[in-house]
């Protein structure tokens, strides 16, 4: 009668495909990486269980040879992660919590964290400054503070919402200028 139409498959190649396509615009840990793969064979068989599932399979040795090759590292990826976003103003929960939504292990995040602390100085209070500095609080704001409180309860809202405690932010709004502020993130 006619020509029955191919039923599509994955195979390896396919997947190798859109995992060397993602990683080469975007870094990724190796449980992300995974989690994107799975989600884009969905989305192409989204009614075929068979195929989902020989694909975690083909998703799982890709990503363990991208491990064990090195174009996957969860170690660095989390030290890259952890300084460009507490150069973002990002408190240390926050990027804890960033780390662990992308599949990054608690040991993984700790180390990176462990290693900027060890360059001295409290990342935290460097955070504060960068996110005060961005949304233009305490010593960088624009205009002079009025002599009410209601201003520096907003300003310490603002930093609770960031994830900063109540005394590294207040350590930040203590600054006088913005100076001032640039030589407590060094220290």
């Keep these: 009668m006619g020509e029955e139409t191919p039923v599509p498959t994955i195979d390896a190649a396919l997947i190798e495909r859109w995992a060397l396509a993602y990683l080469s615009r975007f870094a990724s840990s190796a449980e992300n990486l995974r989690r994107v793969l799975l989600r884009r064979v969905r989305r192409r068989f989204p009614e ?75 990342p935290d209070l460097a955070a504060a400054c960068a996110f005060a500095r961005r949304r233009r609080l305490g010593p960088y704001r624009r205009r002079p503070a009025k002599s009410d409180g209601n201003l520096k309860d907003k300003e310490l809202a603002a930093f609770a919402r960031a994830g900063f405690s109540r005394a590294v932010a207040e350590t930040v ?8 502020a640039e030589a407590l993130a060094e220290k």
């Design 173 to 180: 709004l203590a600054c006088t200028n913005p100076d001032e």
């Design 48 to 122: 075929d269980r068979d195929t989902t599932t020989q694909a975690a399979i083909l998703i799982d040795a890709l990503v363990a040879r991208y491990q064990a090759s090195g174009l996957v590292d969860d170690a660095a990826y989390a030290a890259g992660r952890v300084r460009s976003r507490l150069r973002r103003g990002q408190s240390l929960r926050v990027i804890r919590a960033g780390l662990a939504a992308k599949g990054v292990t608690a040991d993984d995040a700790a180390a990176a964290i462990a290693a900027l602390r060890e360059e001295g100085g409290d």
